[in-house]
């Protein structure tokens, strides 16, 4: 089946990160730097993705644009991974009751950090990997 997941970043470049409600059974109280889930039947996969996004954060993405499908091993889902691009006030986000409790606009350099040291987020960055090496070298040649 499709999964759906999308990264959020804002104009300013900043990304959005979630934090998972404590009471969720897997990954509790972590991080996360994606809205997403199963694609209902009949839709595509950027329909699921643009779906998951506006029910998780309440945000509407102007582009989509698809970073990498991947499968995940032992199973049938093959994940369609987005990057979301958003212009909308920052406040703008509204949570999903019973999925996620906070949440933090972070930049760019912060995140590459975070994405590989937080639980869910190290899950998440192979699937974002070749934007997130392009966004690597980006920062690289800024901060130098």
């Known amino acids: 089946h499709i999964v759906c997941d999308v990264l959020i970043r804002h104009e300013d470049g900043s990304f959005l ?10 990954y509790p109280a972590c991080w996360e730097a994606s809205a997403g889930g199963s694609a209902l039947s009949g839709e ?23 970073i990498s499908i991947t499968r995940r091993p032992g199973s049938k889902a093959a994940v369609y991974a987005y990057l979301g691009k958003v212009s909308c006030p920052k406040t703008s986000v509204r ?7 906070d949440y933090q606009w972070t930049e760019a350099g912060p995140f590459l950090h975070m994405i590989r040291e937080e639980p869910v987020l190290k899950k998440q960055y192979p699937r ?17």
């Open 95 to 101: 949570l999903q009751a019973g999925e996620t409790v």
């Open 128 to 144: 974002y990997k070749p934007y997130l090496d392009q966004l690597t070298l980006t920062e690289k040649k800024t901060n130098y």
């Open 44 to 66: 595509s996969p950027e329909e699921a993705a643009r779906r998951e996004m506006l029910e998780e954060t309440g945000l509407t993405a102007e582009k989509l644009e698809l």
């Open 17 to 26: 990160l979630t934090f998972r409600d404590p009471n969720k059974d897997i």
